[in-house]
């Protein structure tokens, strides 16, 4: 999110409390909805995707959905939400223990490249719900470039990147990696995205300006 001070309130469009399985086995079989819906969804378009669709290829009872979500949105920010989930930990284990801001950058370009290549249908889901709920659609980009923010705040404290706006570092840094990981590691799944991470990150950590050269 925005920095302290200028911070932009989202609203849920849903508030209520999430329908919570009280067996293990409810867990399972919602977790098989999910699954079924991030199919479907992530391959079809949310609008050609309905809980019946999404029922059957769980192979559960189409009212077997609505004991654990109560609409097809549900499942959608639902699955906006592991998205994020999983993108942070495959992010968090790739710089573990890196100290250098550049490096972690380095590292987190390749993470956040494989993350795309191996959740293909979450990370269109998340494209999908700019259309059904922007509100989560937002908020996902705004908790990422908030704790993106901080990150870059330390790194400047620390002398390890030159001073400037960090929210706006953010938010430019992360259209870097959605739009050049959608092209090379979404919509070319066979080739390698290798030479594309290195190159994006040679624009992150050097810029456009020819090396050396006075600013």
């Given at each position: 999110m925005p920095a302290a001070g200028k911070m932009l309130e989202i609203k849920d469009a849903?508030?209520?409390?999430?329908?919570?399985?009280?067996?293990?086995?409810?867990?399972?079989?919602?977790?098989?909805?999910?699954?079924?819906?991030?199919?479907e969804i992530g391959s079809r378009g949310f609008a050609e995707s309905s809980v019946s669709s999404i029922t059957q290829e769980a192979q559960v009872a189409q009212g077997t959905f609505y004991v654990y979500f109560r609409t097809k949105e549900d499942v959608l920010r639902e699955l906006v939400l592991r998205m994020g989930q999983r993108l942070r930990r495959a992010l968090t284990l790739a710089t573990s223990g890196l100290k250098d801001r550049l490096e972690i950058e380095r590292r987190g370009i390749h993470a956040f490249f494989t993350c795309v290549r191996e959740n293909p249908n979450l990370y269109q889901v998340v494209a999908e719900s700019q259309f059904v709920d922007e509100a989560a659609y937002r908020k996902y980009y705004y908790d990422f470039a908030e704790s993106y923010r901080l990150a870059l705040d330390a790194a400047v404290a620390a002398g390890q990147i030159a001073p400037g706006d960090s929210e706006t570092r953010a938010w430019a840094l992360?259209?870097?990696?959605?739009?050049?990981?959608?092209?090379?590691?979404?919509w070319e799944s066979a080739s390698s995205f290798e030479a594309a991470a290195e190159e994006a990150f040679a624009l992150v950590a050097y810029g456009l300006a020819p090396r050396g050269a006075a600013r």
């Open positions: 849903d508030a209520r409390p999430a329908l919570a399985p009280k067996t293990s086995r409810g867990e399972r079989t919602r977790q098989r909805i999910l699954d079924a819906a991030e199919r992360m259209g870097v990696c959605d739009m050049v990981g959608r092209r090379y590691a979404l």
